[in-house]
């Protein structure tokens, strides 16, 4: 069992609060990234759980009991740092045997153990080598073998894969994952890419500002998002949103009326996923600015009189030029509406286009 339970932890340093006051359980097993922009306070979560800082208020518990006062040595935890700085004087198989050194396992079963992990992460053929002779993405994959061979309960990983290029980062993501999985062993990812956390957690953590702002699956973020903060950090394209209000049952956005349910007056702010907004033959009037090709999509900017609206859709070639007149449309069911007073989701809330009513 590995099971990691925050209550009421924060931490501050003087005028810098890192992290307010935060309650979080991550089950056994499971594989959980903490998500936000630059400053919000991830790695300051991973380094408490990790036992290098130590919380100004809460308890963390392991497996029920309080490591608050466990030192890190004796957390059970495997960590991969952003820059994972191996010994460069050290062989790789020096590099991963480290963390070894004072656990009073013999000889043969560190030599097995370095062994099944570098099996393991795939480094077995460079185990002589030094971190110089090796490229980044195996340097990494040496410093989550240096993590792993202790075994831990827990594996904390901060930006793993940010020293690595483009191509290298999406295998690593996968090889990552599929270990994780293999291994079963609890672990937390700290990222800022909303990508590698949606496709590699289980759950996500979305925080800003030193505060988790929704925890959830990779889809309830992207199809519930609380907030406009988070409906707007995960999702590329980012999503449209566009700001109205809320009357009656009709929104008014600029000069066009949208109608609307289970609404309260006031200022709204619509959201409209890229890909959920479609070509037609009714429906919103438009004229297509700019187009940017995506590989196997298209990303459509298209003028309205409710502003520019980007339009995400499937193809390799642009169905439409610069300056070409096009009517767009969405499902209802696919709108989101947050109130612009707080940012929170109004739930249940939609606006449909009402086509020929304007
Ligand atoms: N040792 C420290 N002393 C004082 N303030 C700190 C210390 N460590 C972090 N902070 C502050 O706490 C806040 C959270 O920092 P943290 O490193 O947790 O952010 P992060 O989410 O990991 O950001 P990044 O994505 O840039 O790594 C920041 O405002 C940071 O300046
Ligand atoms: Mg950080």
Known sequence: MARIELSNVSKRWEEVVALEPTDLVIENGEFVALLGPSGCGKSTTLLMLAGIYRPTTGTIKFDGHVVNDVEAKDRDVGIVFQSYALYPHMTVRENIQFPLRFKGISKSEAEQRIKDVARMVRVEDLLDRRPSQISGGQQQRVALARALVKRPQFLLLDEPLSNLDATLRIVMRAEIR??????????????????????????????????????????????????????????????????????????????RILRGAGLAAGAVTIGLRPEHLSFAEDGLPGRIGDVEMMGREMLYFIETDMGTLRLLEAGTAPRFAAGEAIHLTFDAADSLVFSRENGALIPDAHVFLSIGAN
């Open 178 to 255: 599929h270990l994780q999985r293999e291994i079963g062993v609890t672990t937390i990812l700290v990222t800022h890419d909303q990508i590698e956390a949606t496709t590699m957690a289980d759950r996500v953590v979305c925080m800003s500002k030193g505060r988790v702002e929704q925890v959830g699956t990779p889809q309830e973020l992207y199809l519930r998002p609380n907030n406009i903060f988070i409906a707007s950090f995960v999702g590329a394209p980012q999503i449209n949103l566009v700001h109205g209000h809320a009357h009656g049952d009709v929104v008014s956005v600029r000069d």
